[in-house]
T-cell receptor, first 115, second 109 residues
Framework: IAGITQAPTSQILAAGRRMTLRCTQD?????MYWYRQDLGLGLRLIHYSNTAGTTGKGEVPDGYSVSRANTDDFPLTLASAVPSQTSVYFCASSEGGLAGVNEQFFGPGTRLTVL | GQNIDQPTEMTATEGAIVQINCTYQTSGFNGLFWYQQHAGEAPTFLSYNVLDGLEEKGRFSSFLSRSKGYSYLLLKELQMKDSASYLC??????????WGAGTKLIIKP
């Protein structure tokens, strides 16, 4: 593993199904983030974690949950997918405890379609 | 509310210079980032400004004026590979990034 990886690359999901997007980083970064990117809109923060064992809500957390059991992994779960969750999801990580002022490194993204 | 404004799309010629502007209104300010994002790929870091003035890094420079809530990214000697979206993002008072929608830059030969 080099940097930050996400799985799956893309997924088509029926509405109402549960889905977990995986994210793993090998840079030993303290902070990790989940964003969604929709056409015409900026990246929007869903959830973040400043360090292992802690998580926080971002701008658009409804319908999503996260966990941070260890430094490397930060999965994002959609408990019951809805079509409005169709988007490209990016996971990112950064050094340091003050999450915002460090360069963020992004994974390649997961393209999710909810039908 | 918090707002980041960038032009939606710009076109420039290979070899020329282009300036991409970003204006912001946020609750607090702890710095401004520029990222580059090629189509279908992840954003990658270009620059970070927290003090007023110009930061130069090779062909790319970034300028910040905190009093005006304004930044620009200057790209010189444009190459075809510079065709991408350029994202402006501001660190707010809660140390979270507020992202603009991005400027799609099209380079023509």
């Amino acid at each position: 593993i080099a940097g930050i990886t996400q799985a799956p690359t893309s997924q088509i999901l029926a509405a109402g199904r549960r889905m977990t997007l995986r994210c793993t980083q090998d840079m030993r970064h303290n902070a990790m983030y989940w964003y969604r990117q929709d056409l015409g809109l900026g990246l929007r923060l869903i959830h973040y974690s400043n360090t292992a064992g802690t998580t926080g809500k971002g701008e658009v957390p409804d319908g999503y949950s996260v966990s941070r059991a260890n430094t490397d992994d930060f999965p994002l779960t959609l408990a019951s997918a809805v079509p409005s969750q169709t988007s490209v999801y990016f996971c990112a990580s950064s050094e340091g405890g003050l999450a915002g002022v460090n360069e963020q490194f992004f994974g390649p993204g997961t393209r999710l379609t909810v039908l | 509310g918090q707002n980041i404004d960038q032009p939606t799309e710009m076109t420039a010629t290979e070899g020329a210079i282009v300036q991409i502007n970003c204006t912001y209104q946020t609750s607090g300010f702890n710095g401004l980032f520029w990222y580059q994002q090629h189509a279908g790929e992840a954003p990658t870091f270009l620059s970070y400004n927290v003090l007023d003035g110009l930061e130069e890094k090779g062909r790319f420079s970034s300028f910040l004026s905190r009093s005006k809530g304004y930044s620009y990214l200057l790209l010189k000697e444009l190459q075809m590979k510079d065709s991408a979206s350029y994202l402006c993002a501001v660190v707010d008072s809660n140390y979270q990034l507020i992202w603009g929608a991005g400027t799609k830059l099209i380079i023509k030969p």
